[in-house]
C-alpha cells in the first residue's frame, strides 16, 4: 500500500485520485533506480517512508546529475549514457513526490516523459538557462496553456494555449 502525504493526516483514506496514483508511480520509479523498498505498508511505517525519501531525494538534482550515482541501485551496470537516462527518470520521480497533489504531473505527461525522459529534461534546461525562470514556474494545469518544469517538481511538457473560440454575438429580439 502507498500512503502519500495528503493521506497521513485524515483519520480515514481518502477514495484514490490520479494525484494519488502519481505519488505512488513516483516512490516505484525511484524504487527502480535505487534498488530499495520504500513503500509502507502500514502507518506506522509512514516515518520510515518519509525518512528513505528524505535520503534519496537530495541527489535528484537538475542541475547536478553526478549526484544519481550516490542512489543507484549497485547491480545496475550504467555507462555515461544510461547515467543520464536514469538521472532524468529520477526527475521525473521527483516531480510525482511533490507535497501539493495539485502539482503533481497528470498522468499521460508522466508516459510522455518517460517515452523520452533525456528530452523533456533537456527542454527544461535549455528554456531555463534562456531567459526563463530556472525552471521554477506557476503549477497550472497544461491544458489552459501554461507550462511546468519538470525541475520546479510539477512536470508536463511546455505547451501553448489555443487561440480562443469566437463567440457569436447576442442575438436581437425584436418586439413585436
Known amino acids: 500500500m502507498c500512503r ?3 493521506q497521513s493526516t485524515s483519520a480515514g483514506s481518502p ?3 490520479w494525484a494519488y496514483d502519481v505519488y505512488c508511480f513516483g516512490k516505484v520509479l525511484l ?6 523498498f520504500g513503500i509502507s505498508a502500514s502507518k506506522s ?3 520510515a517512508t518519509n525518512e528513505w525519501l528524505g535520503r534519496i531525494l537530495p541527489y535528484v538534482n537538475i542541475n ?4 544519481i ?12 549514457d544510461h547515467l543520464e537516462e536514469v538521472w532524468a527518470v529520477s526527475i521525473v520521480a521527483m516531480s510525482c513526490l511533490n507535497p501539493k497533489p495539485s502539482k503533481r504531473p497528470p498522468v499521460k505527461y508522466i508516459l510522455k516523459a518517460l517515452e523520452n525522459p533525456l528530452k523533456v529534461v533537456r527542454e527544461d534546461n535549455n528554456n531555463s538557462s534562456s531567459g526563463g525562470c ?3 514556474q506557476p503549477h497550472r494545469h ?15 511538457p511546455q505547451t501553448s494555449r489555443p487561440p480562443p473560440r469566437p463567440q457569436a454575438p447576442p442575438r436581437r429580439t425584436t418586439a413585436g
Do not use: H, Q, Y
Open 4 to 6: 502519500v502525504p495528503e
Open 15 to 17: 477514495p484514490p485520485t
Open 31 to 36: 524504487e527502480l533506480v535505487t534498488g530499495k
Open 45 to 47: 511505517d509512514d516515518a
Open 64 to 67: 547536478e546529475k553526478e549526484l
Open 69 to 80: 550515482t550516490k542512489i543507484i541501485d549497485p547491480s545496475l551496470i550504467v555507462d555515461e
Open 134 to 136: 530556472g525552471g521554477v
Open 142 to 156: 497544461a491544458d489552459r496553456g501554461t507550462s511546468r518544469s519538470w525541475a520546479a517538481g510539477g512536470v508536463v
